[in-house]
């Protein structure tokens, strides 16, 4: 069978863009794509407006580029990249106001076999929900590109718990299965 986890196994949802996939851990849900990857866990109706959907756990990967980071290395791309995955992952439309953060954990860490950093922040909102965000970027194995990975997960009993932000940093992997993360040609530089 190869071996290879296609895309929608629920294993994994693969990430074309950047040739990496992301675990899907027990309960969650999972969506690849050619442009980055999803997985998700706990659907509930939005505080500020109920007619959207939000879940108590998410992380979504993407090429660095496309989250509009212009830094050059992990650390500085992760740390340009905490304050509008905060704004994203807990809008002011649906959360109210971020009141308040706390820089929980940075560092360096291991992803995928490259080098990366991590920054995690604690939030706080004004509509009394508080979330765990992080953004991780290290180099894809594959296209030499950064990668940003962000998390988002509600402060909750049923939510899950910050250590599985590490166990899915520990779970992601190089994935070619969806493509080399280029849009053509050899792939061998540029």
Known sequence: DGG??????????IDGADAISL?????????????GA???VGPYACPGNGGEVCTLGGVSSMPAADAKITATTPE???R??????????YNSDTYGATTSHQEL????????????????WKVVTASGTQGYVESLVFTSPTTKKLVVVRFGFDVTD???????MDTITQGIKTDTSLGNGTSGGTGTGV
């Not at 340009?80 to 992952?89: F, W, Y």
């Not at 954990?105 to 995690?120: D, L, N």
């Open 4 to 13: 290879q986890s296609a895309p929608g196994d629920g294993k994994s949802a």
């Open 23 to 35: 675990p899907v851990l027990d309960g969650w849900t999972g969506t690849s794509s050619l442009k």
């Open 38 to 40: 999803g997985v998700s």
């Open 76 to 78: 500085a791309a992760a």
């Open 80 to 89: 340009q990249d905490i304050t509008p995955n905060a704004a994203s992952a």
């Open 105 to 120: 954990k940075a560092g360096a860490v291991t992803v995928a076999g490259q080098q990366g950093y991590m920054v995690r």
């Open 158 to 164: 049923k939510a899950p718990k910050v250590g599985d």
